[in-house]
């Protein structure tokens, strides 16, 4: 589900020659997604996508670096700063027919050098494994940039984001 979710941000948008995300292994484990010219939209400008599958990496993980303009980077960055609106949004039942029967939590990155979040999605009924996900995002100028990272692991999706966004958006 988290990972859908992360997929589907990182897709808003990445080049038919696509460039991996820095900060993760060099290794053939390792794939790029050439999909900014398909999917791109104004609003978003996906930088990079990589995603490694098991067995290779293991639990799995996808990562993703994104340019935001405009009113979109207002809003992710207010989520970045604070990433309990972000979770009442989506425990919200509010236009939805059955309401999602997920946990939701959220925490803020401590000692990061920029502001973000790490977020766990389960389902109430506790028949699938909690996904999570993790973001950090920096202003460049009138942009901003946001490394997203889901997986499977806490921990390894926690390392990765702070990992990526040294080499993708300095330290």
Known sequence: MLLGLGLGIGLVGCDYIPRTVAGLPSDTSWDALPLRKWLAEDRAEPIALSFCAPPQCSPGLAVSVIRLKGKDAQVTEAILKDPERLARALRSPADREKPVQTEVSVERLENAPYPGFTISLAPVDGKKPPAFGAALGRR????????????????????????????????
């Open 140 to 171: 460049s100028g009138r942009d901003l940039e946001v490394v997203l990272v889901i997986g499977l692991s806490s921990k390894v999706v926690q390392q990765t984001v702070r990992e990526v966004a040294a080499r993708e958006l300095g330290s």
